[in-house]
């Protein structure tokens, strides 16, 4: 089973960048896919990028052109560069994987497509 730790938040101003890790621990990174959602305070976790192990990737359209998710199997690491950063991308951050992808080479955007979550981090933007 694979197990996520995520970090890389902070406290940045409106139009800086970061980078968030997620480190995964566990036999079947490699063949998992992953995502990154966020939450913000009262409304639902919504996608904002994945990609599967074989390295195709999806965004949501509030960050097309701004984020940029990667992997690297090798270190079982991905990451989420976030470039531009909007107050509205203030939020706690989730790294999710998909652990039984039974050789598919897929990504989901669906919250309950991921069965294995990180503890999140917190992004704040301040404007």
């Known amino acids: 089973q694979v197990q996520l730790v995520e970090s890389g938040g902070g406290l940045v101003q409106a139009g800086g960048s970061l980078r968030l890790s997620c480190v995964a621990s566990g036999p079947t990174f490699r063949k998992s896919a992953m995502g990154w959602f966020r939450q913000a305070p009262g409304k639902e976790r919504e996608v904002v990028a994945a990609?599967?192990?074989?390295?195709?990737?999806t965004y949501a359209d509030s960050v097309k052109g701004r984020f940029t998710i990667s992997r690297d199997n090798n270190k079982d690491t991905v990451w989420l560069q976030m470039n531009s950063l909007k107050p509205e991308d203030t939020a706690v951050y989730y790294c999710?994987?998909?652990?039984?992808?039974?050789?598919?080479?897929?990504?989901?955007?669906?919250?309950?497509?991921?069965?294995?979550w990180g503890q999140g981090t917190q992004v704040t933007v301040s404007s």
């Open positions: 999710a994987a998909i652990s039984r992808c039974n050789g598919r080479d897929y990504y989901s955007t669906s919250v309950n497509g991921y069965d294995v």
């Open positions: 990609i599967s192990w074989g390295g195709g990737t």
